[in-house]
């Protein structure tokens, strides 16, 4: 199975949960930015764990996202730590380089 390897660096995560209003528009905006240059609009569906990274990335977003939607605004950490588990990349993959994505070519299905 064929993949890429994309760069999400620790400034960009960052920059894209501070400037989220929530945790949902945080991880949207996480997908958007490793699936670029791929028109939005256009997919119809995402495997998340097809859409690679290890623990220290994996690591980073779950700590920034609770930093600002879990402490910051006083809300049940739950939320975060749900919608990670549930749609948000897959973090064990030690083969993948801190700060790497590795996205792989059958992770969305674009509508037709």
């Known amino acids: 199975m064929n993949s890429q390897t994309k760069s999400l660096s620790r400034e960009t995560i960052r920059s894209i949960v501070t400037d989220a209003e929530s945790a ?9 930015e490793v699936l670029k240059p791929i028109d939005w609009d256009t997919i119809e569906n995402i495997l998340p764990w097809k859409i690679q990274i290890n ?45 790497e994505v590795r996205i792989m070519d059958d992770c969305i299905t674009l509508k037709k």
Request: aromatic letters at 10%.
């Open 55 to 99: 623990e220290t990335t994996g690591l980073c977003i779950l700590n920034d996202m609770h930093n600002k939607f879990s402490k910051e605004l006083g809300k049940d950490p739950w939320e975060v730590t749900s919608l990670i588990l549930n749609k948000g990349f897959s973090s064990q993959h030690s083969d993948v380089n801190d700060w």
């Open 24 to 32: 949902p528009e945080a991880l949207l905006n996480l997908y958007k």
